[in-house]
C-alpha cells in the first residue's frame, strides 16, 4: 500500500525567499505525481503534473522534480509571495489502478 | 465554463438521516473520486468510479455508498451507519489513464 510522508507538517518564511517542499512515497513503481494546494476551506487546486519518465516540470514560479527510484519529489517556489499561503499536498498515482494517494501535506505561511 | 460542482457548500444532518452530496462535472472525465477530509489528516479516499455503471470502494467506504448512473454525475451518500460523518469531503474527477485529476470546492458535513 502506498504511503506518502509531507515533512515538514508546517513551514514559515519571508516572503521574497525560495523554498522546497518535500514529498516521499513508499512505493516507487508510479505512473505519475501530482502536486496541489489548498487553501483553507476550499478544494484542491491543480499545480503541477510529473510523469515517471520525466524528471522536472515547470509552471510559472513552480518547479517540481521526481526522483522515482529514491521515492521523493519537491516542490521548488522561487521568489514567495504572501499568496503563496496554502497547504500543499502531493499524490502519487501507480500503474494499473486510478487511485491517488494523500499525504497530510505541508502548511506554508509566507510573512509579508 | 468546465468544472467540477459540489454542492451543497454545507449540509447540516441529524444522527440517524442519510444525507446525499452531489458531484457533478462537465469535462467529459470517466473517472470520478470521492475523498473524505479530517483536521490534521490527509484526503482519504472513500469510493471511486472509472466508468458508468461501476464503482470500487476506497479505503474508508463503510457507512457510504454511491452510484454512477451518468458519465456527469458520483453522488455520495452518507449513510446512518456512518458514525463519524463530521467532515469535509471532496470529489475529483479525471480522464482515465492516470491523468490530471481536477478537485471540486468540497462540501462540509456537520452532524447536529
Known amino acids: 500500500k502506498q504511503e506518502v510522508t509531507q515533512i515538514p507538517a508546517a513551514l514559515s518564511v519571508p516572503e521574497g525567499e525560495n523554498l522546497v517542499l518535500n514529498c516521499s512515497f513508499t512505493?516507487?513503481?508510479?505512473?505519475?505525481l501530482q502536486w496541489f494546494r489548498q487553501d483553507p476551506g476550499k478544494g484542491l487546486t491543480s499545480l503541477l503534473l510529473?510523469?515517471?519518465?520525466?524528471r522536472e516540470q515547470t509552471s510559472g514560479r513552480l518547479n517540481a522534480s521526481l526522483d522515482k527510484s529514491s521515492g521523493r519529489s519537491t516542490l521548488y517556489i522561487a521568489a514567495s509571495q504572501p499568496g503563496d499561503s496554502a497547504t500543499y499536498l502531493c499524490?502519487?498515482?501507480?500503474?494499473?489502478?486510478?487511485?491517488?494517494?494523500f499525504g497530510t501535506g505541508t502548511r506554508l505561511t509566507i510573512i509579508p | 465554463d468546465g468544472g467540477i460542482t459540489q454542492s451543497p457548500k454545507y449540509l447540516f444532518r441529524k444522527e440517524g438521516q442519510n444525507v446525499t452530496l452531489s458531484c457533478e462535472q462537465n469535462?467529459?472525465?470517466?473517472?470520478m473520486y470521492w475523498y473524505r477530509q479530517d483536521p490534521g489528516q490527509g484526503l482519504r479516499l472513500i469510493y471511486y468510479?472509472?466508468?458508468?455503471?461501476?464503482?470500487q470502494k476506497g479505503d474508508i467506504a463503510e457507512g457510504y455508498s454511491v452510484s454512477r448512473e451518468k458519465k456527469e454525475s458520483f453522488p455520495l451518500t452518507v449513510t446512518s451507519a456512518q458514525k463519524n460523518p463530521t467532515a469535509f469531503y471532496l470529489c475529483?474527477?479525471?480522464?482515465?489513464?492516470?491523468?490530471?485529476?481536477?478537485f471540486g470546492q468540497g462540501t462540509r458535513l456537520t452532524v447536529v
Open positions: 475529483a474527477s479525471r480522464h482515465t489513464g492516470n491523468t490530471e485529476a481536477f
Open positions: 499524490a502519487p498515482s501507480g500503474f494499473g489502478n486510478e487511485k491517488l494517494t
Open positions: 469535462l467529459n472525465h470517466d473517472a
Open positions: 510529473i510523469q515517471s519518465s520525466q
Open positions: 512505493d516507487s513503481a508510479i505512473y505519475n
Open positions: 468510479s472509472q466508468i458508468v455503471n461501476d464503482f
